[in-house]
């Protein structure tokens, strides 16, 4: 949320005389000390270009400038520098100056230089082509994006049952409100190769576009479900008022069966596991932690394979959870990998990865556990329950504490969770 506040600092930048345009954003810049404005103007990214305005104000028509840089019969030389950005379609941008075309220079950092004798006035258009691509989720799990070049483009899915669209200024306004759609209905997408989405997307064009909008498009050849194959894909900024699909499912040709069949699997052990949940706590993450009332000691936390945990280091870390009769087990959700003896060992806070996993588990400080490794022999992700004798199950809420034992650390816990 902060990223928007900051761009005008980054428009531009310098080395020495040289221009940087990093940015492509309407703006004008004022460069007092080499007697320079520069003015940029475009409709981005409804219209894939940018123009550059390049004056020199104190100079009086005729007189030479007398600046910094060199000059020439009242010509400036300089050198202006423009990103060529990653999602550009195309090698190199087309740039010219004052309607002629011009050939730039790449360099090794990805901008384009334009050298040349400047002259109050002239203008630099700089074509801004967008490329079509798909991008995977940071665990490359078989979801993706669509983006036109850096416009993250969604689609609208309908708008029943929705409850409180608007957010104001409550505690959690802004967060949607209103029943869940079945993972198993979303629109699955034939992909053969993740990274191309060439002649995919179609632009709508017509009387039922918004004046042939160029941000619009469909994607019918690559939507397995008939009844979703028109859907209409646009800016996700431009979305309000409706539920939407930003991450699609992705299968490769003929696997679109299996794929949503394994949807329907994860619906279902979503909503079995939240019928058994009593409360839960993912922990690492800030809100969660807060809620459920976090002390802690030499502890810390991080992200590994996109999820958020929390280990301590002679130290220790515990919450306060909600507790029902009903509760049977402390689940703990722990990550293993390719059963290896260092599986639990904390290394990823750069923490002494030499120190033994040796903890205990307290509810309300009486151990229910102690761990050096858990006994499962586990890939990946995965949970050990812990059974909760009735005498700690009175009273409303209870405290869940994980505490390293002396010259030891935790593991990195993952999932904490009461479950019936």
């Known amino acids: 949320?902060?990223?928007?506040?900051?761009?005008?600092?980054?428009?531009?930048?310098?080395?020495?005389?040289?221009?940087?345009?990093?940015?492509?954003?309407?703006?004008?810049?004022?460069?007092?000390?080499?007697?320079?404005?520069?003015?940029?103007?475009?409709?981005?990214?409804?219209?894939a270009q940018t123009e550059l305005i390049v004056e020199f104000p104190l100079d009086k028509p005729g007189a030479k400038a007398i600046t910094k840089?060199?000059?020439?019969?009242?010509a400036k030389t300089f050198s202006i520098f423009i990103r060529k950005p990653g999602w550009l379609k195309g090698r190199m941008p087309k740039v010219?100056?004052?309607?002629?075309?011009?050939?730039?220079i790449l360099n090794d950092f990805s901008y384009i230089e334009l050298r040349r004798d400047w002259h109050s006035g002239d203008r630099i258009m700089v074509q801004l082509p967008m490329k079509d691509r798909l991008v995977n989720l940071p665990d490359h799990s078989d979801w993706v994006s669509i983006m036109h070049g850096p416009i993250v483009l969604a689609a609208k899915s309908d708008t029943m049952a929705m409850i409180k669209p608007i957010g104001d200024g409550g505690r959690f306004d802004h967060i949607a409100s209103g029943p869940l759609r079945p993972l198993e209905k979303a629109p699955i997408l034939l992909i053969s190769d993740h990274t191309e989405l060439t002649n995919a997307l179609l632009p709508v064009t017509g009387k039922d576009s918004v004046n042939n909008h160029p941000l619009l498009f469909t994607m019918p050849s690559l939507i397995w479900q008939n009844k979703d194959k028109n859907m209409v894909l646009e800016p996700f900024s431009q979305i309000h008022d409706s539920r939407y699909i930003v991450y699609w499912p992705v299968a490769r040709p003929g696997d679109a069966p299996k794929r949503q069949a394994s949807l329907a699997a994860a619906d279902k052990e979503v909503l079995r596991m939240a019928m058994k949940t009593v409360d839960q706590i993912t922990p690492g993450e800030q809100q969660p932690e807060v809620d459920h009332l976090m002390t802690s000691q030499n502890a810390f936390g991080g992200v590994f394979k996109n999820k958020?945990?929390?280990?301590?280091?002679?130290?220790?870390?515990?919450?306060?959870?909600?507790?029902?009769?009903?509760?049977q087990y402390l689940r703990i959700g722990y990550y293993g990998k390719d059963n290896k003896a260092d599986d639990m060992v904390v290394d990823a806070a750069n923490k002494d990865p030499n120190k033994v996993v040796d903890f205990d588990i307290f509810i309300n400080d009486k151990k229910i556990a102690n761990v050096k490794r858990p006994k499962e022999k586990e890939?990946?992700?995965?949970?050990?329950?812990y059974p909760i004798a009735k005498t700690l199950k009175r009273g409303n809420s209870i405290e869940v504490k994980f505490v390293a034992n002396k010259g030891c650390t935790t593991a990195r816990i993952f999932d904490v969770r009461l479950v019936k």
């Not at 010219?96 to 730039?104: K, L």
């Not at 002679?314 to 009769?325: D, I, R, S």
């Not at 890939?379 to 329950?385: A, E, L, Q, T, V």
Request: zero cysteines.
């Open 308 to 327: 958020h945990w929390r280990a301590a280091s002679q130290g220790y870390f515990a919450y306060t959870l909600k507790m029902m009769p009903e509760v």
């Open 379 to 385: 890939k990946g992700f995965f949970s050990i329950d």
């Open 1 to 47: 949320m902060e990223n928007h506040g900051k761009y005008g600092e980054m428009i531009y930048t310098h080395s020495g005389d040289s221009l940087f345009v990093n940015l492509f954003i309407p703006s004008k810049l004022r460069w007092t000390a080499e007697n320079r404005v520069i003015t940029q103007q475009n409709n981005f990214p409804t219209k």
């Open 69 to 74: 840089s060199g000059t020439n019969n009242g």
């Open 96 to 104: 010219s100056v004052n309607g002629v075309q011009i050939r730039p």
